[in-house]
Every structure is written in C-alpha cells, then in structure tokens.
C-alpha cells in the first residue's frame, strides 16, 4: 500500500511541473557526441560496446575505477545504474579505454568510466524530459540551470521520477533529485559542492535460474510474472561532495571531496534452482537483514605545464583515498516449494532465517605522479607511478574475520606515435589493484566481496582518420587477473587465473552529408588455468563469457529534411558458455532498433520528440551472470515502444 501511496503521489508532483530533465536536454544525441564505438552516454542516452558494467570482460565499476571529472570516486554497494551520480547532476560518461585511455593520468587494467558533471552556463534554462516506455514505463525529469551572479555564480537543480518497467515484467518506483552550485569568483579559483539523492522503491526482483543439466530454461510467455511480490528490493542512495580548482602561476591544484551513503532497507532474492527441461525448479527465498553502506573517497592533485618549442610537458602529482563500510547477508536460503517456471504461484510468507550481517571494512591510499609530454605532429606519451596503502578487513556472518593489507608499486605507461597526419599508433601498460565483483546469490556467501587483487592490462593499436569526420581505431588488447567462482564448498573465491585476450574496432563519424555512424566490435578469447581447471571442476572458458559482439548505431538527417532525423541500431552477443564446464551454451542473440527524432518549436522553445521501436524482430532471450556458474534471468527482450519529448525554455 506505501508503494501505491508513493507511485500516485509522484505522479500528481509530475504532472503540476513540466516533468524533470538537465539543462537543454533538448539537444542530448550519444550518436552525435561519440568520439568512438566503446562507449559513450549522453543524458538518456547510452551507445558503445562498452558499458560501466562490462568493459572487455569486465566491470570497471565492480574494480573501483569511477571518476568524477578526473578525480577519484569510490562508491560501495550503489545499486541501480551502479552509480549513485544520475542524470540529475550527470550530463554523460566516457568508457576510457584503448585510444581513449591514452594520456589519461593513472588509468586503471579494467578502464575507467568518468563522469562529467552538468555546469550552468551563463542563460537560464529550464528543461523538461517526459518519457512513455519501454513497456508501462513512465517518467518524468525537470531540470534547470540558473545564473545567479554574472561570470561569478551559477546553479543547476533537478527532480525526476516514475515508474520503471523491465523486460522481465518487473518493475519499481524512482526519485531522484540533486542540486549543484558553481562558484568563480575569479579566473584562478572555482568551487562546485553538489548533492545527489536517489530513491528506489517496490523493486520486483526477477527469478535467478540454475538448470540441473546442461540446456538453457524453457522459454515462457513474455513478461510472465514469475517473482515473488514479497520479495522486493527498497535502496536509498546518495552522494554528497565538493570539487575545487585553484590556479597559482603555473601549477594548478584540483581537489575532489566525496561522501557516498546507500541504505539498504530491504532486499531480497527468488532463486529457481535445477530447473527441469520442462521448467519445474526448486523455489528459494533470502531475504537479507537492513543494509548499511558508506564511503569517504577523494582525490587532490597538482599539475604544471609549460611548453617547449613544439613539445608540451605535464607533470601530476596525486594523492587519493578511501574509507569504506559495507554490511551483507543477513538471510539464509529457504525452500518455498516446487513451481513451474512461469507459472505465477505466489507462496506464503514462510518463517524467515537471518544470521548476522557481514561486514566489509575497507581503507586505501595511493601516492602518485604522472608526467604526460606531447610534440607536436611526432607523438604523445604518458607514465604513472603510484604506491598503494591497502587493508580490507571481511567479516562473514558467521567463521573467521581475516583481514588483507598490502602496499604494491603500481605503474602504467602510454605511447603514441603520429606516423602520417592520419594515421596514429598506440600502445600501452597498466598495472593496478582492483576491487572483485560480489558474491551472486547462488553462492554460500551471497553478497560477499573477495579481496582487491593484482591485475595487468597490454593493449596496442592505431587509429586512421578517414576523412575529417570518420575515425577508424583497432586494438588489440590482454588483461590477467585472478578468477572467481564458486569453490568445492560454494564459496565465492579466487580458484584460479583469467586472462581475456581480444580484438576491438571502432568507427565513427559523419560517412557522408547527414550520415552519422558508431559501429563497433569485439572478439574476445578468455581462459581460466589453475587447480579447479586441472581438477575438471570448472572448464577453461569463463561462464558467460562472450566470444563476439557487434553494435551499430546509424542516423541519417536528410539534407532536405534539417528537422528529422532516422535512427537504427543493431546488436548482436555471441553464444556463452552456460555452465563452468562449458558443456552447453547460451544461444547467440542479435536485436534491432528502429526509430527516429524531430526537431521543432513548442511556443517558441526547442523540442524533440524521439520515437523508437526496439527489438523489432521480437527476439528471445536469456541473460547470464558472469562468474555465477550459470546463472539466468530472464532477458529484456520482448519487442517495445519508446517515446521522448524534451523541451528547453530558455
């Protein structure tokens, strides 16, 4: 019923405002802003090979390289869009890596996403953001920057919410709000404190799906209701920080502050384990005890450049840090009942199990400097070196509280070498000390974190400018870290090493007048060796593991039609591993988008107005998990409708 109460409430706030969006909102196009195919996400928008949650295998959120205008963020147990920082004080983010890590200070193995904050320009501007779909999804976003004092002071505010529909027929209420000042009283100095607030409410959680042989579920009818109403997930986020720049002749001091708080207030996940060909599962319950999760982090650093002759030189030095508390676990896995995959069986509240709640203390530091020279029409290179204070104290629910401490040398370089004006070699190294993702639900220690670890990262490549407007990039990357997995006892741990070795290719660009492509590929080769491989528990390719990926985005604004805009995307996952011995895969998926944007005036303000069709074929799918050893939801993939209006008032 307060779920209810909530959703109707947001909706009436919404319709008496004109819905919440960030500043000129009107003219957001992740197409348009791309610089390559590996990721990139402007306001709504999100296009790229890569995302913050898998970038060559991996997550560079999960491995803690979050970046918030450069500076160093650290944020535990975010849930959601794995971020705390939404579009209410985000206008978009950039997956750095390859080409898009080169002279980056301190780049991490995995990659690093970094976040760009709104900033109010010197016109107000109001913007509204109203979007229909996919699914019964409803929101609304309502956003403004505000110039207060002239070249001096300037604010950006933002409210948004409604009703978000997953694939899987899931769905949950969402707030979000944030508030942002930017201070310049003069040239050399600046100060931006923000706030950022995020509610999640009446959150389904779809079913996880284990099979007891080597086949992927039964398919059920689309959007099947096949969770438990009891079982929902409430989290509060928020983020809280300052970021300051300050100029004193020739150095430059920039300094991030960041407090990230996430509250837990009920969480719970429905596990269909052994799943028969037909669909006839085991039904489980764990619903976890209140969560509490918080972090300091920050980043301060000094730079200085000054050029000579054709030649420019960078030094930085850095110092970074954090202090985290994340608590885990609580529940204990309760047999609710056999059921038949999508059949919606609503089981009664059973008596619960809790044990204690884990607890996961974590403290870092790093001292760092980073030179990055360029000459002109010859090359461009970069090197970092950093000594990292590190101790992470886990105490599980129940057995024996063990704590971690290390302080490695960590070091990365970059070169790049201008062969001709359009063609651009590249190479580089990265050694870094990176978080492991949690423990999935079908593990014994569910929601438990395994110590940082030691990992590597080569890459090489070129980048060839076609024409002025259209970039070509290829790659070739390797990255070695420890792999995690279910051990003999079900506990999620390190039982080995993953080395991912892979292709990349990107282009993007204007192919001709109107025309407008992002297309991307990956071809990844990933083995697993260690005891648990020569003992025949798991295989030597990682569960879901995908071997090839494809996506292309593609706009087309004809040149008598300055208004309109075509949209298609295409993209396709190769087939995984479904099980850790790799005796069955998942099938392969490809999907298509169709749609378009018009521009035009709504009393005189700009407005789009963009309409999608996605998955137009209607494709099925499945989901995994990687590192859960098979582990399926149920995907996003019925075929669906989108609709966006945004408007500016200036």
């Known amino acids: 019923m307060r779920g ?86 985000s206008r978009g983010s950039t997956v750095r890596v390859g080409i898009a890590a080169q002279s980056y200070p301190f780049v991490a193995p995995t990659g690093v996403v970094d976040f760009q904050l709104r900033l109010p320009g010197e016109q107000r501007v109001v913007s509204f953001v109203s979007t229909y779909g996919p699914y019964e999804t409803y929101n609304g976003e309502l956003d403004a920057q505000i110039p207060l004092v002239k070249d001096k002071l300037g604010a950006v505010v933002g409210i948004g919410g ?10 949950r209420m969402v707030l979000s709000g944030g508030a942002l000042l930017h201070w310049r009283p003069s040239d050399n100095f600046e ?67 960041f407090r990230s708080h996430s509250w837990r207030l ?42 000579e002759g054709p030649r420019r030189h960078t030094i930085q030095f850095s110092a970074r840090g954090y202090d985290s508390h994340r608590e885990y676990g609580g529940g204990v896995p309760t047999f609710l009942g056999k059921v038949m995959w999508g059949d919606n069986v609503q089981f009664p509240i059973p008596p619960l199990q809790f044990t204690a709640l884990g607890k996961d203390d974590g403290k870092q530091g790093a001292l760092g400097v980073n030179y990055a020279g360029a000459w002109a029409d010859v090359g461009e290179a970069s090197f970092s070196l950093q ?20 302080r490695p040398w960590l070091y990365n370089g970059t070169v790049a070498a201008y062969v001709t004006r359009a063609l651009s070699l590249y190479a580089s190294y990265a050694r870094g000390l990176e978080d492991a993702p949690q423990a999935p639900p079908n593990a014994a220690n569910n929601g438990a974190a395994v110590p940082a670890s030691l ?34 006892a079900n506990i999620y741990t390190s039982v080995g090493t993953v080395w991912n070795r892979g292709i990349e290719l990107s282009l993007s660009g204007q192919v001709a007048e109107g025309l407008t492509v992002v297309a991307g590929a990956m071809f990844l080769q990933a083995r697993v060796s260690g005891p648990a491989v020569d003992a025949g528990v798991i295989g030597p390719t990682p569960t879901a593991t995908t071997p090839r990926q494809f996506r292309l985005n593609v706009q087309y604004t004809p040149p008598a039609l300055r208004r309109i805009t075509f949209e298609a995307a295409m993209q396709h996952r190769g087939a995984q591993p479904g099980n850790r011995l790799g005796t069955f895969k998942n099938p392969s998926n490809t999907t298509f988008d169709l749609g378009g944007r018009g521009t035009f005036a709504v009393f005189g303000q700009p407005a789009t107005l963009r309409l999608q069709v996605l998955n137009v074929l209607n494709t099925y799918s499945f989901n995994m998990f990687a590192g859960a050893s098979g582990l399926f939801i149920q995907g996003d993939n019925a075929r669906r409708y989108l609709a966006r209006l945004s408007v500016d008032v200036r």
């Open 191 to 257: 100060l931006i404190p923000f706030y950022n607030y995020l509610m999640q409410d009446d959150w389904d959680n779809f079913a996880y799906i284990t099979t007891a042989g080597p086949y992927t579920p039964p398919k059920v009818k689309r959007r099947a209701h096949t969770w438990q109403d009891w079982i929902q997930w409430d989290h509060r986020d928020s983020l809280t920080g300052a970021i300051g720049r300050l100029t004193m002749s020739d150095w430059v001091l920039r300094a991030g502050w």
């Open 455 to 488: 990992t590597e990262q080569y890459d090489a490549g070129f980048r060839y400018v076609v024409t002025p407007r259209l970039r070509l990039v290829a790659g070739v990357f390797e990255l070695t870290k420890p792999f995690l997995d279910r051990n003999a």
């Open 266 to 307: 009920q969480r719970g996940d429905y596990l269909l384990q052994n799943m028969t060909r037909e669909g006839l599962a085991d039904a489980y319950a764990i619903v976890d005890l209140p969560q509490n999760n918080h972090a300091l982090s920050g980043e301060a650093r000094l730079a200085r450049s000054y050029a």
């Open 162 to 171: 409604g009703s978000t529909m997953m694939g899987a027929g899931v769905d």
């Open 387 to 406: 000594r990292t204070f590190y101790e992470r104290t886990l105490s599980p629910p129940t057995g024996v509280q063990t704590t971690t401490r290390d």
């Open 4 to 89: 209810r109460t909530c959703r109707w409430l947001v909706t009436a706030a919404l319709a008496c405002v004109p819905a919440v969006a960030s500043a000129q909102r009107a003219s957001d196009n992740a197409v348009a802003a791309a610089q390559d195919a590996f990721g990139t996400t402007v306001g709504n928008e999100t296009i790229g090979l890569y995302t913050t949650g898998n970038a060559r295998g991996f997550s560079p959120v999960q491995a803690g390289n979050v970046r918030l205008e450069g500076l160093f963020i650290y944020q535990p147990g975010v849930a959601g869009s794995l971020t705390a920082v939404d579009t209410r004080l």
